[in-house]
């Protein structure tokens, strides 16, 4: 049994992040999609915390939150004129969107409903993983530990570096 | 009242459509890009619920999201490097009059 302020945490964590994610990918401003954007993504977080990772949710707000919409907000000031208006949809467009995204809820809520069991499990009792347990997982090397992963990250995140300034230099 | 794993599969499955509708519509790279981000972030919440209410005593489904926020942080960058320097040859960054590989 939740208490009551969980449960009115989550109904406005819930509604707030399906209000914003639609307004993202309806809104005409693109710097308030971009917004929207944020706004959904810090739901996300207050989700992580509700459902105890609390590191997750602190990664999220930093990354995501804190660096990619950052990252978007500068792009769209570089590229466009702030207060332009993207051009209205034509009802083509906006009916091949609408019908990909209905079979998507479809496929999705059936395979919902077909384990139903699964969907409505009750929360169990776990202790939220410590600082000391997500390092000794990030680097260790036995079963259902992660270094070989997280040096591909690093790896990865060079090659992002490279490659972001190889492609936007100046020739 | 039970706040079960289908209360926080429902938002996301909502996110992922809303990501799916925005792909397919949005002209502009940038919200393209935007609602690739709502589609990453749906199944990142799917994979959190997933290890939460099945298999509280592991920590994959954390990792993995761990991982997938690195990776899209990484895509992210890249994608908008090149679309600033696509602005730069064409002077726009609207998918439709994209149609040559070379300026």
């Known amino acids: 049994m ?29 710097l308030r999609a971009a917004t929207y954007l944020l706004f959904t993504l810090f739901g996300t977080a207050v989700v992580y915390f509700m459902l105890d990772y609390e590191f997750l949710g602190a990664v999220q707000i930093a ?24 051009e209205r949809l034509t009802s083509k467009s906006r009916m091949l969107g609408g019908v990909a995204a ?15 069991a699964l969907a409505f499990a009750q929360k169990p009792e776990m202790e939220t993983p410590d ?3 997500i390092g000794a997982t990030l680097m260790g090397t036995g ?23 190889v492609v936007a230099r100046k020739r | ?35 690739l981000e709502l589609m990453l972030n749906a199944v990142d919440i799917n994979f ?10 592991q920590m994959e489904g954390m990792f993995f999201t761990l991982f997938a ?8 960058a890249l994608a908008i490097a090149i679309i600033i320097n696509i602005f730069r040859a064409a002077k726009n960054i609207d998918v439709r009059s994209l149609n040559e590989m070379k300026f």
């Open chain 2, 1 to 35: 009242m039970e706040i079960t794993a289908v209360y926080y599969l429902i938002p996301a499955l909502i996110m992922f459509c809303c990501g799916v509708y925005g792909f397919i519509t949005r002209k502009n790279m940038i919200a393209m890009l935007i609602s």
């Open chain 2, 69 to 76: 926020i690195a990776i899209a942080a990484a895509e992210t």
């Open chain 1, 102 to 116: 209905v079979i998507t809820l479809i496929v999705a809520c059936y395979s919902l409903v077909s384990r139903c």
């Open chain 1, 63 to 86: 990354v995501y939150a804190g660096g990619i919409v950052v990252l978007f907000v500068f792009a769209i000031l570089l590229t466009s004129r702030p207060g332009d208006n993207t």
């Open chain 2, 48 to 57: 959190v619920v997933f290890n939460r209410f099945l298999y509280p005593e």
């Open chain 1, 131 to 133: 600082m000391q347990q």
């Open chain 1, 2 to 30: 939740e208490s009551v302020g969980s449960i009115i945490l989550y109904f406005i964590v819930a509604l707030s992040m399906i209000v914003f994610s639609v307004m993202a990918v309806t809104t005409r401003k693109i």
């Open chain 1, 143 to 165: 079963a259902g530990q992660y270094l070989l992963p997280f040096e591909a990250v690093s790896v990865l995140l060079l090659a992002c570096i490279i490659g972001g300034v």
